[in-house]
């Protein structure tokens, strides 16, 4: 992270000297909640749904937050670090800084707000996954910095070959590692309902929003055994915009590359990126 910039509690500085105390509930408890909003050539995408999700963890976690100051520190970042370069603005707001650990928080504290912006590069790496038990908590619909489980499940399935997961409750798809999973069979483009044990991500509302009239997107209970018999398999998020699964571990689905919805779905979403933004 040397050379870039942040903030912390409304300070910019460089990420190398903005200093955390170890008494703050994020490291004590991950007692934080994040957002991740992508930025193409400088612009943002969807900003105002980032922020309304935003509120939405804090209400969630009953943490009061400035959104108009969240605003201009998450614009001011990327205008010194994304102007006409692609990449995204991480923002974290943490309860505050307790005096001692304990599992009550104080109700004085002050929340601690700390961000960075960064360009990315989009991977050309094969992307191979692997089907593993959801054990993450049961309010993924909260953007928390607790992210252990996810953290657990993708090491072990980066251990035995695989850069990405596909997890499942009771043989329903949950989420990928970081991502919403879609699946296209004869046409359709189906994804798992909006619940509390997955995070609705940006990219998947807009898909749903902007694209159902011309393709038959759907929110479906999807059970792991129809993963094979898949034409596609696709991750969206914010970072990731659409990318294709290229296989499963121990499943017989393989990406079909000329499959028209996918082509013709992700070509339209990328025109409306840059577009409509």
Not at 72 to 87: C, F, P, S, W
Not at 102 to 116: K, M, Q, R, V
Not at 223 to 245: P, Q, R, Y
């Amino acid at each position: 992270m040397e050379g870039l910039q942040g903030v912390f509690n409304g300070d910019f500085l460089p990420l190398e000297d903005i200093k955390i105390s170890p008494m703050s509930r994020a490291y004590t408890f991950a007692d934080a909640i994040y957002e991740v909003v992508p930025f193409i050539q400088g612009r943002p995408v969807a900003l105002d749904l980032h922020l309304k999700r935003l509120l939405k963890s804090c209400k969630a976690i009953d943490l009061d937050i400035d959104i108009l100051r969240v605003q201009r520190e998450i614009e001011k970042l990327a205008q010194d670090a994304l102007t006409n370069n692609t990449g995204y603005v991480y923002y974290q707001i943490t309860r505050g800084q307790d005096r001692v650990r304990n599992h009550l928080y104080a109700l004085d504290l002050i929340p601690e707000t700390f961000g960075y912006a960064t360009i990315t590069k989009q991977t050309t790496r094969i992307q191979k996954a692997k089907i593993v038990q959801d054990i993450r908590w049961g309010r993924c619909d909260i953007k928390s910095t607790a992210l252990l489980g996810n953290i657990m499940l993708m090491n072990q399935a980066n251990f035995e070959g695989a850069n990405e997961i596909i997890m499942h409750r009771d043989g329903l798809v949950t989420e990928a590692g970081s991502s919403n999973v879609f699946m296209i069979m004869n046409r359709k483009v189906i994804t798992p309902p909006k619940e509390s044990n997955i995070l609705a991500g940006i990219t998947r509302e807009l898909l749903l929003k902007h694209f159902s009239q011309d393709f038959e997107l759907l929110e479906e209970a999807c059970h792991i055994d129809a993963l094979a018999e898949a034409d596609v398999v696709f991750l969206t998020s914010s970072t990731k915009g659409i990318m294709a699964i290229d296989q499963i571990q121990d499943n017989k689905y393989c990406f079909n590359q000329a499959n028209s919805t996918f082509v013709e779905l992700k070509t339209a979403f990328n025109n409306f990126l840059n577009t409509a933004f």
